[in-house]
């Protein structure tokens, strides 16, 4: 928590720079990069704290996980942070020895919050959690935010044109066009070429949304009838839950085709349909299968 505080005071020092200083980096200012990783760290950070005050057993030994995953996430702020005061690119860049071995800590640093993440989940999964719905979301989020962390590992493979050139960058997020160039804002998620990071963001942040979707339906549950059903909300969470796995796989599969996420081809827009037409019915199914409880 305080490793997610701290992320939240360099947030309003990134919007600050994002004001008075104007260098940019592939065309993007150059604060921009910090922000995002200050908010993705406070939010990861602030999970990992809530997920360990949910065990039971092997809560020291995850506390001193979750300060080791703390650690490693300051370390690879304060290397993002001081890149970008330097002008230069953090993440790929081989361009000098020094920023070569920055490079390398940052992916340590993000292996170990991947075998903590990981470690954490497995703690989770043997354990029992009374309300089950939520657990299921947990579960569900925590398995899906280690593929989506996995997906970052792919980044860091030189592609073909870096490998033919002995290039000095190592790895791209983009597929079929070099790193830059047109993007969505904020994000700047690639509107030419195919993005890792798409499925990198929604993957993760599983760890989030399906928890929080089992907040809301308990909450619903005062309203309608059919959802205090404890089965029916379990049902509606294991069909979110396949679906928002299903979107990762189809975020990422649509990338490493080259495919920008804002021009998708017949292929893609027919299996987001299935997947849609799945959702749909599998809820429609967890509905009608459910009884009504009264209050």
């Known amino acids: 928590m ?4 701290a992320m939240l005071a360099f947030l309003a020092f990134t919007l600050v720079g994002l004001v008075v200083d104007d260098r940019t980096s592939l065309g993007i200012p150059i604060w921009l990069k910090p922000m995002k990783f200050a908010i993705s760290i406070a939010i990861y950070t602030a999970t990992l704290a809530w997920l360990i ?3 039971r057993k092997g809560k020291r030994t995850a506390f001193w996980l979750g300060t080791v995953a703390a650690l490693a996430m ?3 702020m304060v290397i993002i942070g001081g890149q970008a005061a330097r002008g230069v690119r953090s993440h790929f860049n081989n361009t000098t020895d020094l920023n070569a071995m920055l490079f390398s800590i940052m992916g340590a640093t993000i292996v170990v919050a991947w075998i903590v993440t990981l470690w954490v989940a497995v703690l989770l999964l043997i354990q029992r ?3 089950r719905p939520a657990s299921l979301a947990i579960r569900f989020g925590v398995v899906i935010a280690l593929a989506g962390m996995a997906v970052g590992f792919i980044m860091v493979v030189p592609t073909r044109s870096q ?3 002995d290039s000095d960058y190592q790895g791209a997020h983009a597929v079929g066009l070099e790193d830059g160039g047109a993007g969505l804002p904020i994000v700047n998620w690639s509107s030419e070429a195919g993005d890792l990071r798409i499925g990198h963001f929604v993957g993760m942040h599983a760890l989030q949304a399906l928890p929080l979707l089992a907040l809301a339906l308990t909450l619903a549950s005062r309203r309608f009838t059919r959802l205090r059903d404890e089965a029916t909300r379990t049902r509606l969470i294991a069909v979110a839950g396949v679906a928002y ?3 990762v796989v189809l ?6 085709r080259g495919q920008s996420i804002v021009a998708p081809d017949a292929l893609t827009l027919a299996a987001l349909g299935l997947l849609a037409l799945v959702a749909v019915a599998g809820s429609a199914w967890s509905l009608l299968r459910g009884k009504e409880v009264a209050a």
Do not use: F, H, P
Not at 2 to 5: G, K, R, V
Not at 251 to 256: D, E, I, R, Y
């Open 129 to 131: 959690i009374s309300d």
């Open 2 to 5: 305080l490793t997610s505080l």
């Open 74 to 76: 300051l370390i690879e």
């Open 251 to 256: 975020v990422t599969w649509q990338a490493l």
């Open 53 to 55: 005050s949910l065990l």
């Open 163 to 165: 490998l033919a050139s």
């Open 245 to 247: 796995a299903g979107l």
